[in-house]
């Protein structure tokens, strides 16, 4: 990792965020995860823990390496023409929904705002 | 204080490609529920998303045109939040490089022109459709809508006033119509915008807390949600109050604004790159053949129609907002010179028609040549104008050409002087006591004598010509 342009070097005065409770309730409610108060406490300890792990990775320098986001990096422009390819029939879209009614699948109702 | 609003829109356009952004799932509306669906647009595992080409050089095509810079690499991201609108739990879209950025329209508001900025145009997938049942625990998903093409078209905060958001909109319309990109249709839900409106005191250059409007279903919505908003904020500001940045519902019942969230709440999306799609470089020569293709705009067009036709600007700006109307113009003149009745005909019966059959002008049926052979028989006296209408609603109706009418049905004015000159003596050997009262000065008894000739020939007889032969034997 260090050959080509990285130099390893340590960046001291780097100090890890810490993931506060209030980090912690945000993700929840983004993911739709009700936790309790102790969950709460366990959850941004051990994402704490985890991110500090990750966070070793700022100490490469990336100055000269520009983000990738793609294994692939040379390939480009991908695509394909408008042309139309058989779809599922609506029985076999539905056949692993756990609930359904009708043609349509049946969800628990989500309103956004409420 | 004096206080001005600040309005910037969010238009979301499906654009019209024959399946999905990256899927071949058909993109036809109003089709069996959970029938246009796949592996890809369900979002199950291992399959790969592909982005349709043609989807990718509308969108091209819609940003040259609004005279953006389209972005050297053009990049998908996922944007992540949690209504179970699509299947995937994200949506495909476009973050820090969309497909172009920076340019304007121009708009006609008042009676003078403004330049209103584009801030980006994004494409990106369109999510599914839940079924809300009233009083029921539960929503139905319909995946058909799922993945298909949408482009957004984010504006600057140039506007000031609902009126001029209304004019941005039936510009950006006609434009995006010239481009036939899309259906452009609000009802079917493939043309839609947001609003953002906030207030400040006039002149300055500070933003307010911004607002963000949603679920107005036309044009005249977002004007009336708009001056709605305008006058809940200003009120609001003038009696003191802080307002906070939240989004609003229209409701259009009740003609109210309505909170739906605040701040607090407000998404966060946590943007990423989407893996499964690699970057995009347009060719700079695929851009450029992709401007080639793009028509003269309405404004090219309006000032064109200006200099060449003796025509008023509200007959131009009418002809020039449907594309397929100024080109049937245009069309028509070809056959016919003549450009004003040309006009009153396409704004009068022909849109009539085609408004009340919800088609548009050249699904009516009416060739241009063939309106212009009509206009070319009321000239030269086979028909009259009344006539010719009524040609034109059965030539709709039949689905023919107006002239096959007129022939079929002997519809064709009687001219012929020498003709009519017969059959008026015999109508006035028939009617001495009206002859005698009209040489006694009752001058309503010649209109008794022109109706007994148009019954003699089956209102086919030229008024005109009856009225000379008539004036003529009654010694004028
Ligand atoms: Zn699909």
Redesign the pocket.
């Known amino acids: 990792m260090a050959g080509k342009c990285g130099k390893l070097y340590k960046k001291a005065a780097k100090v890890t965020k810490v993931i506060d409770k209030a980090t912690v309730k945000h993700v929840a409610l983004l993911s739709r995860l009700a936790l309790d108060e102790r969950e709460e406490t366990t959850y941004s300890t051990q994402l704490a823990s985890i991110l500090s792990y990750i966070n070793k990775l700022n100490e490469l320098d990336t100055k000269d390496t520009p983000p990738t986001s793609h294994v692939l990096s040379n390939l480009r422009n991908v695509d394909r023409a408008d042309v139309l390819k058989e779809?599922l029939k609506a029985e076999e879209a539905l056949a692993n929904a756990p609930e359904k009614e009708g043609d349509f699948f049946r969800i628990p109702k989500v309103i956004e705002g409420k | 204080m004096k206080y001005e609003p600040v309005i910037g829109l969010e238009v979301h356009l499906q654009l019209k490609t024959k399946t999905?952004a990256f899927?071949g799932?058909s993109t036809l509306f109003g089709q069996r529920p959970n029938s246009q669906?796949?592996p890809?647009?369900l979002g199950l595992p291992g399959s790969l998303p592909k982005l349709n080409h043609e989807a990718f050089g509308h969108s091209i095509k819609v940003a040259l045109a609004l005279h953006c810079s389209v972005q050297k690499e053009i990049k998908f991201d996922r944007k992540n939040y949690y209504y179970p609108d699509l299947p995937k739990n994200f949506q495909i879209s476009q973050y820090d490089k969309p497909v172009a950025h920076d340019g304007f329209v121009d708009i006609s508001s008042c009676g003078k022109i403004k330049k209103i900025r584009i801030k980006r145009v994004h494409l990106e997938e369109d999510a599914g459709k839940l079924i809300h049942q009233t009083g029921g625990p539960y929503s139905l998903f319909d995946c058909n809508r799922a993945?298909m093409p949408l482009l957004e078209i984010v504006t600057e905060p140039d506007i000031n006033s609902p009126e001029e958001a209304y004019d941005y909109l039936t510009g950006l319309k006609s434009i995006l119509k010239y481009l036939e990109v899309s259906d452009c249709d609000m009802e079917k839900g493939s043309l839609r915008c947001d609003a953002n409106i906030s207030v400040r005191p006039a002149g300055s250059d500070k933003l307010g807390s911004k607002v963000e409007l949603k679920n107005m279903n036309s044009f005249k919505a977002v004007r009336l949600a708009l001056e709605h908003e305008v006058s809940r904020q200003m009120e609001a500001v003038s009696a003191g109050e802080k307002l906070q940045q939240e989004t609003r519902l229209w409701d259009a019942g009740k003609a109210v604004t309505l909170l739906m969230r605040t701040k607090e709440e407000a998404h966060d999306y946590r943007y990423f790159p989407e893996p499964d799609l690699v970057p995009f470089v347009p060719d700079p020569s695929y851009v450029e053949d992709i401007r080639k293709t793009i028509p003269e705009m309405p404004d090219a067009k309006a000032k064109r129609f200006k200099e060449r036709f003796n025509l008023s600007d509200y007959d131009i700006a009418v002809l020039v907002s449907d594309k397929a109307a100024a080109d049937y113009f245009e069309k028509c003149l070809e056959s016919y010179d003549n450009p004003k009745t040309v006009a009153n005909w396409i704004m009068g019966d022909i849109t009539a028609q085609s408004n009340l059959k919800n088609t548009g002008i050249r699904e009516l049926g009416i060739s241009p040549q063939g309106l212009a052979e009509l206009l070319k028989m009321i000239d030269g006296q086979l028909i009259s104008g009344k006539m010719a209408k009524e040609v034109l609603l059965e030539a709709i109706e039949k689905r023919c050409e107006p002239a096959q009418i007129v022939r079929s049905k002997g519809l064709e004015q009687l001219s012929d002087k020498g003709e009519l000159e017969k059959i008026v003596k015999v109508i006035l050997g028939r009617n001495e006591k009206s002859v005698q009262d009209y040489k006694g000065g009752k001058k309503n008894a010649l209109t008794f004598i022109i109706g007994q000739v148009m019954r003699e020939t089956k209102g086919k007889a030229n008024p005109a010509v009856i009225n000379e032969i008539l004036k003529k034997s009654l010694g004028e």
Do not use: E, F, I, M
């Open positions: 779809s | 999905k899927c799932c669906s796949c890809v647009c993945g």
